[in-house]
């Protein structure tokens, strides 16, 4: 007897997003999305800027509710924010005021740990994103690439079934932001956590993904949806010297450069 089909963990059935534009009218930001994320896979998102993909990550968490449509978490509607969700911004959400220490135990103590159980916890993740050492010291006193893996210890400390990630590396140099790309899929390797990881780099976006989800111009509705057939484990800087990714560069950045094209000649237009 032939097992029937795991459901996805995150399903997004004809979802829309509307706000009030601050003119008395309505802007769609996105329409119509049909997107499916199974448990453990890796989905990126890309689109052109402004399109909408950072509203998705949104409508997923529970922080804005869907203006129409569905959006379901384990089949059910998403009304807030679910359980086991973790949400890294492009921004570092790290607290100034507390120590590397603190900063990673508040994710446990907010959940109903006690102090020690807490500290215990966020010191081994400390430990896990390369930072032993640096546990009484304070943002401030970090590099940038430090503070990325203080947000990222934050975000896994308490083991989310739901990764979302808005952009987390952009601001990084380019040979920190390769660290950090292997850092992450070394630390999710296992985890059982499905991510949704938007971004601008098309690079990334296949060098970390098992799926990469393609969004048109505004108001952005799914375009395409590409598998990623690479083996893992991968190391980024290698697997972007090989033919295969080449390749699969190559037919992504056709369907997306029809959307960006589309964008930058609504913005000509607008000037």
């Not at 503070?147 to 210890?153: E, G, S, T």
């Not at 899929?185 to 780099?201: K, M, N």
């Not at 970390?208 to 393609?214: F, H, I, P, R, T």
């Amino acid at each position: 007897m032939v097992a029937p089909p795991e459901r996805p963990l995150i399903e997004l059935i004809k979802a829309t997003k509307r706000f009030p534009n601050g003119s008395g009218g309505v802007h769609t930001a996105v329409r119509d999305l049909a997107m499916t994320v199974q448990p453990g896979e890796f989905v990126s998102v890309v689109g052109p800027t402004g399109c909408g993909k950072s509203t998705t990550l949104s409508l997923v968490s529970g922080l804005q509710r869907a203006s129409a449509g569905q959006v379901l978490v384990e089949g059910r509607p998403v009304t807030s924010i679910p359980d086991g969700v973790g949400y890294m911004f492009q921004s570092d959400a790290v607290m100034p005021w507390r120590s590397v220490l603190d900063n990673v135990a508040s994710g446990p103590r907010f959940r109903g740990a006690s102090k020690k159980e807490a500290r215990e916890q966020a010191t081994d993740w400390i430990a896990r994103v390369g930072l032993a050492g640096f546990e009484n010291y304070y943002p401030h006193q970090l590099s940038g690439g430090m503070r990325k893996r203080v947000a990222l210890a934050q975000t896994l400390v308490t083991n989310p079934r739901i990764l979302l990630m808005d952009e987390p590396f952009s601001a990084l140099d380019v040979q920190t932001r390769a660290n950090m790309q292997d850092e992450l899929l070394r630390l999710w390797a296992g985890s059982g956590a499905a991510v949704i990881f938007v971004t601008h780099d098309l690079d990334e976006a296949i060098a970390l993904a098992d799926k990469v989800v393609v969004m048109t111009a505004g108001p952005a509705t799914v375009k395409d949806v590409f598998p990623i057939p690479l083996h893992r484990p991968r190391e980024v800087e290698e697997l972007r010297l090989t033919p295969e990714f080449v390749q699969i560069y190559r037919e992504v950045w056709e369907s997306l450069r029809v959307e960006v094209d589309k964008t930058r000649q609504r913005s000509v237009a607008h000037v």
